[in-house]
């Protein structure tokens, strides 16, 4: 059954898409600065953070010794100084050359110059000053300095952000002769950023940038393939582009060529080769390479698990600039992972993530807070932390002060919001149980939002489908109570059965009285119900209906599923049985299948069998369909229509 991502049209009633494009640089580590990489930053772009920014490899002694014909020979002779300087890391003395010759008018002193104050190199770190640098050298044309001035504008650095303009810049500096700036053009083309979304002009920029070398262009244009974005997905052709960027040394050509065959991403399955792209790039210095590498021995994901290396790989990814390092090693520190337990280092290295711009840091990081882990207790701090991730857009985060929000925790309680941050997080994650749990609450309640009894209900399923203990609390306790929807003790008796084996201590003692009104109770005790034959008709032929059981208490249907035909193996709550009158009864359990979470691939010609339980209908029912439902149209999936005649 394919997953009905399209329920979330459920959830609009009352409340207009909120959508927030975050600009993103992505820097490296201050002491890495002089020799930077050239990965792409912004919109789809780079996964480096750690400093502040990021931005192409300037300053070699190659470029200086390229331009001196159009420099004076004392310019001349400063900027080579300058750049003899930058690479020995002696930047003062650097910046006290470039802006001699930025003084004397040349072109590639005020780029060098703005580049000093850009990274703080020699100098107070300084956009206002970086930015007016970069604006002159762009007036003589200079197309470094043209590049660094779209970054500026669109980051918004020592000016307003402005994506048009940053646009502008980069073409310029491309059309100057900067083959690097061609990736930030491509790739603003391709997401309509600051320009009008032409994926054909963003391929051709891209491609132009590769004819000339770049190899962050190679790197994109293999992504471009790998995702399909404005051409068909080919994994061959991503996989040659990723493999001529990784012979340009470029990192994140690497990091996809690490995950393809780890994976196994149209290509064998071959983790020595992953492991060894991984190896590669970590030595070349890429952060990401250096973190997932450390990931891989955490878990023994292609090597030997080891915890003291992954620690080792965690340390220099955070060094490099990635800011994921920073919440791993704040993990290891708190659970002692290859190092000793403690708490207090754990919360600096969550407190440094947060403070660089990593969402998950900074709701680690309010947890900490709000739970006195490795400091003192700090609400207000809590909070702020909890909203800082919500608004960076993590999901979890989002829920999280959602439900803050649903039970008056942290803050005043606010139906409202507490919906308003539900919904936001689907939008970002919906496979967000807990999302689903307290949106489905907000809408059974009328609380926030419109009442909705059945799509709060359907939501509800979906978040039990997705493994959500509390979940299943909640739709027993529904059924047990009958306040919503009709009490049905077998189900009630089923999803608190399934929530306590699921849950925790904490799920069982909180559903200990529910469950001692439901234990004892036999639904098959004293009913009078058959297993009754039927004949169907389906549009399908990889899942046949066994018999049909209509009980007092539930409807049951018994299910084979044929593995070889399934493209993916799971129910969706949207499936419901309809009697001829058109009453529909939706999904309210399945018995040896979980709902809406998809099931690992069977092997080829094997069947499956299962039930599916819905709601009583009247026993003198002959006839139902048993259909899935498409909410966008009304209409039915075609892989799943079956008409049941009950002999």
């Known amino acids: 059954m394919k997953k009905l991502i399209t329920i979330l049209a459920i959830l609009l009633i009352g409340l207009a898409t909120m959508a927030q494009n975050r600009k993103i640089v992505t820097p490296g580590q201050k002491k890495n600065l002089p020799q930077m990489s050239n990965t792409v930053t912004g919109k789809g772009g780079g996964k480096k953070a750690g400093g502040k920014k990021q931005g192409a490899k ?85 197309p470094v300095g043209m590049y660094y ?25 491309a059309e100057n002769g900067y083959e690097a700036a ?88 071959n983790k020595y080769t992953a492991i060894s792209w991984f190896r590669k790039g970590a030595n070349l210095g890429d952060a990401d390479c250096m973190n997932y590498l450390g990931l891989c021995y955490e878990n023994g994901n292609g090597v030997s698990q080891s915890y003291t290396t992954a620690v080792d790989w965690y340390q220099k990814a955070a060094n490099a600039g990635n800011l994921g390092a920073f919440y791993n090693l704040g993990n290891c520190y708190a659970t002692g992972r290859g190092v000793s337990q403690n708490y207090t280092k754990a919360f600096d290295w969550y407190k440094q993530g947060a403070e660089y711009g990593n969402s998950s840091c900074m709701l680690t990081l309010a947890n900490c807070y709000a739970g006195g882990y490795g400091t003192v207790k700090n609400q207000s701090e809590a909070l702020r932390w909890l909203k800082n991730a919500a608004q960076a857009g993590n999901s979890e985060a989002m829920s999280t002060l959602g439900a803050c929000y649903q039970n008056g925790n942290l803050v005043s309680e606010d139906a409202t919001e507490a919906y308003k941050w539900f919904y936001n997080a689907l939008q970002v994650d919906d496979d967000n149980a807990d999302a689903w749990r307290g949106a489905a609450n907000c809408m059974i309640k009328g609380e926030g939002t419109q009442q909705n009894v059945d799509g709060g209900t359907k939501c509800l399923l979906i978040a039990c489908g997705l493994g959500s203990p509390y979940a299943m609390a909640d739709l027993g306790q529904l059924f047990l109570r009958g306040t919503y929807i ?77 593995s070889s035909e399934i493209s993916s193996p799971f129910i969706s709550p949207d499936t ?49 369909r048993l259909i899935e439902e498409d909410p966008n149209n009304g209409t039915y999936s075609s892989d799943w229509q079956f008409e049941i005649t009950i002999k």
């Open 58 to 142: 300037v300053g070699t002694k190659s470029r200086a010794a390229k331009k001196s014909g159009r420099s004076s020979k004392s310019a001349s002779s400063y900027l080579n100084d300058g750049y003899s300087y930058l690479d020995a890391g002696s930047y003062s003395k650097a910046y006290t050359c470039f802006k001699k010759a930025a003084d004397m008018g040349d072109a590639d002193g005020l780029t060098m110059a703005g580049y000093c104050y850009f990274y703080g190199l020699g100098v107070q770190e300084n956009n206002s000053q970086a930015y007016s640098y970069f604006k002159r050298a762009a007036n003589k044309n200079e």
């Open 149 to 173: 001035l779209g970054i500026c504008y669109y980051n918004g650095y020592g000016t307003a952000e402005d994506a048009s303009t940053a646009f502008y810049w980069y073409k310029q500096s």
């Open 182 to 269: 061609y990736a930030r053009v491509g790739m603003m083309c391709q997401y309509g950023d600051g320009v009008n979304q032409d994926y054909e002009k963003g391929y051709n920029y891209l491609m132009r940038g590769a004819e000339l070398g770049d190899g962050t262009c190679m790197d994109l244009l293999g992504r471009t393939y790998y995702y399909g974005t404005g051409v068909q997905p080919d994994i061959s052709t991503a996989i040659s582009w990723f493999n001529k960027a990784a012979n340009q040394d470029v990192g994140d050509a690497m990091l996809y060529l690490g995950f393809i065959y780890l994976y196994g991403l149209g290509v064998d399955e």
């Open 486 to 562: 009709p009490q049905n003790k077998f189900f009630a008796k089923y999803w608190l059965s399934m929530a306590m084996s699921k849950g925790g201590q904490d799920v069982v003692n909180a559903l200990t009285d529910d469950w001692n009104q439901v234990k004892y109770y036999n639904a098959d005790s004293g009913k009078t119900y058959s297993n009754l034959a039927v004949s169907t008709t389906a549009t399908n032929t990889s899942t046949k209906v066994k018999t049909v059981v209509l009980s007092d208490d539930y409807t049951r249907i018994d299910l084979v599923m044929y």
């Open 576 to 624: 419901y049985i309809s009697t001829a009158m058109g009453q529909k009864y939706y999904l309210a359990a399945a018995g040896n299948i979980d709902i809406y979470k998809p099931q690992s691939q069977l092997p080829a010609r094997t069947t499956k069998e299962f039930s599916l339980y819905f709601p009583p209908v009247p026993k003198n029912t002959r006839y139902l």
